[in-house]
């Protein structure tokens, strides 16, 4: 195969295997391996993520981007390249996500309340039975948010 200078690219990996720098590679890296070694030590200087720095094809610095049928992102595993994991949330991540969704479920009808507080105040109007849903809300809220 006579390789162009957009046949290969030079990609520096994350210990993580994911793409962290790519640029092309205007020689053949199988011919000109002094020269690669050369461009991965510059790559490794300018970024202190980089642990890994391959020459790959175009069709897997593709796959790396994502630019595939599946849309699918690759990252290094080992020595070949595999579809990127989905994103795990950690425990925290789901809690909070968790807590945000019950907010907004009671905002709405804390809006309300307090709306309704405020209009009964202007009226010169018993307010207290306002303040007391509006106590109860929060407090279910609050029990919510705790179960989570």
């Known amino acids: 195969m ?5 046949d290969y690219y030079i990609v520096g990996f994350k210990s993580d295997g994911s793409r962290a720098a790519g640029k092309i590679c205007m ?35 593709m796959n790396l981007l994502g630019n595939n049928t599946e849309s699918k992102e690759y990252i290094l595993s080992g020595d070949t390249f595999i579809p990127k994991p989905d994103y795990v949330p950690t425990e925290a991540e789901e809690k909070q996500a968790a807590i945000a ?18 209009k009964a105040a202007m009226l010169g109007a018993d307010t207290t039975k306002i303040d007391s849903q509006y106590k109860t809300t929060l407090a279910n809220m609050a029990t919510e948010i705790k179960n989570a």
């Open 2 to 6: 006579n390789a162009t200078n957009v």
């Open 101 to 118: 969704t019950i907010k907004a479920k009671y905002q709405p009808t804390l809006d309300s309340l307090v709306e309704a507080r405020v």
């Open 27 to 61: 020689f053949d890296p199988i011919k000109h391996p002094d020269k690669l070694e050369a461009e991965a030590e510059k790559m490794k200087a300018d970024n202190a993520d980089i642990v890994t720095v391959k020459a790959v094809t175009t069709e897997d610095y």
